[in-house]
């Protein structure tokens, strides 16, 4: 096993059963750089792998901060939709990337499953776009797109103003996202929306982030805008 690795033992709240998975040392986790929409590149294991427990007694899967958090009626939903079409198969040991699609997908169908948040699935589809980034892989932009519109829902339906970080964040992602996929416009509106929110100045990385990121849209949307014209 790699030493970079531990082992953890879990308790699944859906079918009361334990099982173990792996989790990388905090001792072993060296960023190397990061995207501007927070893709973060690891010197070595990356610890994305395994940010998703995976129950393989009875296919619960989510996101580790959400594992937990699960309420009666949504572990029904989870024994009677996923639960009797699972294959019972253990992702504990060292996680390829190809392990990791599988598990984040795994976890988006089961929040899908039980009414999830929106912030929540937005979350997971940023992170499966990211890992579809680190295979150059052109579906990427499809789960931008799908994190975008979950985003956009958590913003309108959500009660975000609770955590005024996460408030901020979103603002920002839906601006960098809207515009890593060509809607510099909607980009642009959003940039703004997040330079305007009064707690950005809470999150003085992300105002600098929002300020040069919204400048570097705008050059953008102007270039697309004249080749418009030109053709």
């Given at each position: ?106 976890a988006l169908l089961c929040s899908q499953v039980i009414g ?116």
């Open positions: 096993m790699n030493n970079e690795l531990y082992e953890k033992t879990v308790h699944c709240p859906v079918c009361d059963r334990d099982f173990t998975t792996q989790k990388v040392r905090t001792s072993a986790i060296r960023v190397e750089n990061r995207d501007e929409d927070f893709c973060p590149y690891y010197k070595s294991q990356n610890p994305l792998f395994y940010s998703v427990f995976v129950c393989p007694h009875c296919g619960y899967a989510a996101l580790e901060g959400d594992f937990s958090r699960i309420g009666e009626r949504e572990k029904e939903k989870i024994k009677e939709t996923i639960s009797p079409k699972w294959r019972p198969r253990s992702y504990d040991g060292e996680r390829t990337i190809e392990d990791a699609l599988e598990v984040y997908k795994l999830a948040s929106e912030s929540t699935i937005g979350k997971i589809c940023l992170r499966l776009a990211w890992l579809h980034r680190y295979l150059g892989d052109e579906k990427e932009k499809d789960f931008i797109k799908f994190a975008v519109k979950a985003f956009h829902k958590a913003y309108t339906t959500e009660r975000l103003d609770e955590d005024q970080n996460d408030m901020v964040i979103i603002l920002y992602l839906l601006g960098e996202l809207n515009r890593r996929v060509g809607n510099y416009k909607d980009a642009i509106k959003w940039f703004d929306k997040a330079l305007r929110e009064p707690s950005i100045k809470k999150k003085r990385h992300i105002e600098l982030k929002a300020r040069e990121q919204w400048s570097f849209t705008r050059e953008e949307y102007r270039k697309q805008k004249s080749e418009s014209v030109d053709n």
